[in-house]
């Protein structure tokens, strides 16, 4: 098993910044790959940014210029970056956890809103 806790979120202006972080506890060494996704109202769970499966850092490409993932594996943390926020980035951001059965964790959640 494994618990993942985010935290960071918060309400925002335009062209801000914040930073996301997701600490995991249980089976550390049972997990593969890390990543953050987002849930906007009435839209779709999405993937954000996520570690390769060499441990490259890799956001999507909308997003590519704005938002970065990191990782401090001695705090069991992963990171989300995120510069010059738009109203269009409003909302939930989760993090993931993916282990060596293929068994797929989220978090629960932290909302983040982007508003004048």
């Known amino acids: 098993q494994v618990q993942l806790v985010e935290s960071g979120g918060g309400s925002v202006s335009p062209g801000g910044s914040l930073r996301l972080s997701c600490t995991a506890s249980?089976?550390?060494?049972?997990?593969?790959?890390m990543a953050w996704f987002r849930q906007a109202p009435r839209k779709q769970r999405e993937m954000v940014a996520a570690?390769?499966?060499?441990?490259?850092?890799y956001s999507v490409d909308p997003l590519k210029s704005r938002f970065t993932i990191s990782d401090d594996s001695a705090r069991n943390t992963i990171y989300l970056q995120m510069n010059n926020l738009v109203p269009e980035d409003t909302a939930v951001y989760y993090c993931?956890?993916?282990?060596?059965?293929?068994?797929?964790?989220w978090g629960q959640g932290t909302q983040v809103t982007v508003s004048s």
């Open positions: 570690f390769t499966d060499d441990g490259s850092p």
């Open positions: 993931t956890a993916v282990d060596h059965s293929k068994t797929q964790y």
């Open positions: 249980g089976s550390i060494p049972s997990v593969n790959h």
